[in-house]
């Protein structure tokens, strides 16, 4: 491994981790199809709405509750056994959906995978964003949206390829559900071949160890490398700093820059469900079959589209970096509801008893252009942004709480979208049209780029950006400002000692 380049090796661990998105975007495609399989609702025996609801969101209330324990294990126990244990409860969930012989053990199943989501949706990006390079953090910490589609994709393509060769079978939907263990394999028993994150080993102490996987991640193992120097020095202040103050809960409530982070990392990840993305991608076959397209075409055309948010999310990590953070989100957003605009349209004419082939192809098109904008400048950003403006003293905790927003959102969205389409029918789009302009407007207004700045800046960043972005000045990134910090703390501490020892007297 010490021979491979260091921007290589650094990429390479991540997208490991980012193996744990590919469970969440395989759970997510994955659903569609289970629902449309008979031999399925004979075994669940319901068509409640509401309870079929549930079956979809149970794994999103688990995901809300593994959010926190996620963060207590990488804070006690580290990142890599975090994503190790979240590797075991998934398989655990994925043995009870796939042998599940009612409704009652599909739930139970749905909930623990959900858990270990919860968890890896807090873990893999926490470990990608204190890996990663500043100037690289943003297309290293993309690859989790990334492997969501990538999940997504294999999800369809297995879902639909058995619903064509074993429609009435068992095997149409316990085979999908049990393919989907086998990335949690490499989470539960390869991890620990990933290198620590240094941050980690940092804030427990470990120095030495800290040191020599920066080394291993930037330099080729030189611990002498300048930039691994400087790089180790801003972290050692930093969490020098933080060590001085309570790293419990309070800290995240009790600073004012702190709670500032949170809510826009919560903002961001409720902003992002209110866009419609699960709401299409749990009931795609329904949505599709609205706007006159059977339910072979149905299933077809949601595996096409999970091929399309692939190439987003491979534009969004190829140019991430270059484009910021800031343009993705208030651009993507305002695509999004130009989107939904035109398809609540098309929509309403079949409702009402019209629409012809070709509006809905119309209206397959838009969501086709809907989910490249989504997968390029919308989901990624939400996984990017909370992390990377967090200090290592609450970065898991902090992370756990804006996921935690996201798997509660989804949750909502999974449990009303049944009966909202029912119900509402083409109405319901109109949600997703007026949020995505809301969601542009709010980062337009609130969210300041991030872009370049290293993890240890962000503290003094927002400290100093106004929280109206508009009207705020430009702030130059600078590795080492939290180092110039320390340095003239520590001279106006000694400065002032020397004024109040005995026998000190002010030159008039």
Known sequence: MFSLPPKLYTFLCATFAAMGAALFGYDLGVIAYVLEAQDFNNTIKTDNSNYIGFIVSAMLLGAFVGSIPASLIADSFSRRTGITVAGGVFILGGILQTAAPNKESMLAGRFFAGVAIGMLGCLTPLYQSEIAHPAARGMLTATFQLFIGIGAIIAGWIGYGVAQTHPLSPIAWRLPLGFQMAPAVPLLFLTFLLPESPRWLMIRG?????????????????????????????????????????????????????????????????????????????????????????????????????????????????????????????????????????????????????????????????????????????????????????????RAKATAMTSMAAWIANFMIGQVSKTAFDNLQWRYYLVFTVCSFTNALTFYMLFPETKGRSLEEMDTYFRTVHWFVPTAKDIPADIRAPVREHDRAVENFSNKNEKEAPGHQELV
């Open 206 to 394: 470990r120095e030495s160890e800290a040191l020599r996987v920066l080394a291993r991640l930037r330099a080729r193992g030189d611990e002498n490398d300048q930039f691994v120097q400087e790089e180790f020095e801003s972290m050692k202040v930093k969490v020098e700093e933080e060590a001085a103050t309570n790293q419990s809960w309070a800290l995240i409530f009790g600073d004012k820059t702190n709670l500032r982070k949170v809510l826009y990392g919560i903002i961001l990840q409720f902003s992002v469900q209110m866009t419609g993305v699960s709401a299409i991608q749990y009931y795609a076959p329904s949505v599709y079959k609205s706007v006159g397209f059977s339910a072979h075409t149905s299933l077809l055309i949601n595996s096409l589209n999970n091929v399309n948010g692939l190439l987003g999310e491979v534009a969004c990590v190829l140019l991430i970096d270059k484009v910021g953070r800031r343009f993705p989100l208030i651009a993507g957003n305002t695509l999004s509801g130009i989107c939904f605009a035109i398809a609540t349209g098309l929509a309403r004419k079949f409702a009402t008893g019209g629409g012809s082939r070709g509006e809905g192809i119309g209206f397959v098109a838009v969501l086709f252009v809907y989910n490249f904008v989504f997968s390029a400048c919308i989901g990624p950003l939400s996984w990017i942004y909370p992390v990377e403006i967090m200090n290592t003293a609450i």
